[in-house]
């Protein structure tokens, strides 16, 4: 580049390639403006100097390090026989100098002058196939989107400016912004560009299918604890101006107000965003009807039977069999498994922005959608499935309690089949799919909630489906019993090493209290009669010593209990849990008594005027028991919260249709419908 350079002859006292490069590297990271300009102006390209092991030039650095006024300066420096010639200077992944520049707001003024000297670097595109107003989409830089947007609607050239919207793979700037979380910007592209909401990727998604798969940018959708959520409801929707004062600022800091504040404008701006997008999203209507409660009734001998808008009826033969083309439901196979999946949760990518959400159990979503096309409620995918389906198959209990409020809109819904001849029962026979939320329960309770889903989704559908063969002649009870039998397995080692465990731990606590009633504090008398009998506290740890004796040899029997029962798949719904709930119940309840005994002792210790090395060791000896009430009891809190609801009944747990009139999509009830998580 030297041989033709524009830029004068460096000086006698030049230093080496190595140097110089090292010295305007250093001068780059000092941020030290002046000595950048005086070494441009002894190298052989100037400003356009490569320095980097990637092929960028100082200015390149000077641009992507927001740099501003090194970078005018340098733009400056540039000659006039330069211009028109920029988009040759490119690093090794393609970006010219406007490519760094959109990376920053900061650097408008840098973008200006960039694109007086040559206008076509606005059309240039980098290795990836991006713009330099896809780079600015991309990192959410709108003021300086829009300076390039207005620029790029200059052209006069309607397919070279349609071009500058979208990638190399297809991916536009809607696209990228929403990717990147940037909901003002997408916003604003709405606005500007609405031919671009319809448009796909190369993955065939649309603006509104990548929303759908961010559960994170909807409020509801992660959990929170007690003191963020109230943090999180005293904020408000929009941006506001905080008090500058350092007071203020160091109280924000200590309860993350920024953050929370931060998160909910974002929860704000994609619901927005959402509105705007759903009103022209109408991919629901691509429904699939020849996928539609596919299937006959067949005899088990073979011989068909009768078929009726794909419901089957009951005939006087116990079982139902319901056959299959084999052939399309192999081609079925292979159509599926080249489809687009996201990342490590199977969830199908080409699937409407209704399913998608419904998957991400992004319920705002599906209100949106549902209460702008109610109708879109009728969906259903190439599977023959409907929201239903969906809703089931991924265990989101408040989507399908939605849906099925309304008579109206869940009938046709709870009796339909899919392509394979599976019902939403079937549904839930089959693994759950999707990410699982973290809980603190283990596979005993994962189990119980998956029995508690057959029971719902069983007493919701009608009684002709429960005994209803899919396809591969499975019923329900069939396919629950195969695909969980490995949790069923593990559910019985879990519950039989916790009952091993915590009966092990009462027994210690009943030798303890049984020993403690025969050296009690202060000792004995010649008599036998013991020395702090008067004493108040003494009866305190007669009776709290007695009481956790008793509550720790019941507990042990009902450990014994659960050891000894056949662990039957049904016996994990209500009775397994029920025994397990009252052993722990006992179980807490003598380490509570032996805490009051021992609490007691300490005080008649004290008023004895005992060593305190004493007192110190026994205090030390406790230590285990709080360890084992920190560390049990999440699994007790669930145990309980089970044994509440289920102490109600099913219908209390999961609430049946309050109000057959009631519109469950209705703005004005939706803040009233509370749900309780399964």
Known sequence: MAADSPFPSPSPLSMSDYELNRRLFNALIDENTNEVIQLCQIAPDGPLHITGIHKDT?????????????????????PNTLNRRLTKFINDVGNTLLHETATSNEMREVATLLLAKDPKLLSAKNDQGETPLFRAARFGKIRLFKLLANEVDKDNDEERRKDQFHSEDKTSILHIAIIAEHFDLAMLIVEMYPELIGMKDGNGMTALQHLACNPSAFEGTTESGLFKKLIYYCIPDKKRTMEDTKYVEWLLNLLKWEDIKKEKYKHTSASELAKELIKKDTSWEATENTALNKGKKSDPDGSSGLFLSGLLLKTERERLCITSKNLDEKQGQSRDDTMPKTTMTGIRRDETPLFLATSWRIKKLVEEILYNYPQAVEHVNKKGRNILHIAIQYRHLEIFEMVTESDMLSRRLLRATDAKGNSLLHMVGKNRKGPKRATAQGPALDLQDQLAWFERV????????????????????????????????????????????????????????????????????????????????????????????????????????????????????????????????????????????????????????????????????????????????????????????????????YPGRKNPNRHPLDRSQRSGCQITEV
């Open 458 to 653: 069983k007493d919701a559908v009608k009684s002709d489906f429960v005994q209803l063969f899919n396809h591969k002649n499975q019923t329900a009870d069939d396919l629950f019993t195969k695909n969980y039998s490995k949790l069923h397995e593990e559910s019985r080692k879990w519950l039989e090493e916790t009952s091993k465990n915590c009966t092990i731990v009462a027994v210690l606590i009943a030798t303890v209290a049984f020993t403690s009633a025969y050296t009690v504090p202060g000792g004995n008398l010649s008599s036998g009669m013991p020395v702090l009998l008067s004493q108040p506290f003494f009866v305190v740890f007669t009776l709290a010593d007695v009481l956790s004796l008793t509550f720790a040899l019941t507990s042990v029997v009902s450990f014994l209990s659960i050891l000894t029962s056949p662990f039957r798949l049904q016996d994990f719904r209500h009775s397994l849990p029920h025994k397990l709930t009252l052993a722990l119940t006992f179980l807490f309840l003598s380490v509570l008594m032996m805490m009051v005994a021992f609490a007691a002792t300490i005080i008649l210790m004290i008023h004895t005027k005992q060593s305190w090395t004493e007192i110190a060791l026994s205090s030390a000896a406790f230590v285990p028991v709080l360890f084992f009430v920190y560390f049990y009891s999440p699994l007790y809190a669930k145990l309980a919260k089970a044994w509440f609801y289920l102490s109600k009944g099913v219908k209390i747990i």
């Open 58 to 78: 100082v200015l390149h650095l000077a641009c992507y390090s927001k740099q501003k006024d090194l970078a005018v300066k340098l733009v400056r420096l540039l």
